[in-house]
């Protein structure tokens, strides 16, 4: 199945979810060597790497739910991306939990609560994104349908590629 959300010919989902799950597990880091005694200044930098991480996790999700509305009902790619899409809401929920906790508080540093909080919420964001991998590499979802292994590049057009706009 063909990414319905695409630029320069490859779909834009991937290329959004790298920036959140770099920079949550990262944050999850920070925060862990923060409070084993670390520099003070890294639950500040956790808690705005939780800040960007959330938007480009809702980006993400709205580049996601194109594709996912695209995938047809009763298949098990469907039911592999509700999954993917629910882990990653708890993911996105979990964090933006935390996130509020330490928005108003004196210190952004996270206590041993909330880094477990977060902990879970790295755990789940492991499985979701191994579903991800499921969807795309064993059940095809986003692959141009052309793809093969001397498949043209995506800048030049094919005979059965569809581009924006076109009928289809």
Do not use: Q
Not at 34 to 59: C, K, R, S
Not at 81 to 106: C, E, M, P, Q, T
């Amino acid at each position: 199945m063909e990414s319905r959300l695409k630029v320069l010919g490859h779909p834009v989902h991937p290329m959004l979810v790298m920036f959140p799950v770099a920079l949550l597990v990262t944050a999850v880091l920070f925060d862990v060597i923060d409070a084993v005694g670390g520099p003070d200044f890294l639950g500040e930098v956790a808690y705005w790497n939780i800040t960007v991480g959330l938007i480009g996790g809702l980006l993400a999700a709205a580049a996601g739910s194109f594709d996912l509305l695209a995938i047809p009902t009763g298949t098990r790619a469907k039911r592999v991306g509700v999954l993917h899409a629910g882990a990653n809401l708890a993911v996105i929920l979990l964090f933006a939990a935390v996130w509020a906790v330490r928005l108003n508080a004196d210190s952004r540093a996270a206590g041993g609560a909330l880094i477990a909080i977060e902990v879970v919420a790295v755990a789940i964001l492991g499985c979701s994104a191994w579903l991800g991998g499921e969807l795309v590499d064993r059940l095809g979802v986003g692959v141009d349908r052309d793809a093969n292994l001397d498949a043209p590049s995506s800048l030049r057009p094919s005979t059965t590629s569809h581009r924006i706009g076109e009928g289809r």
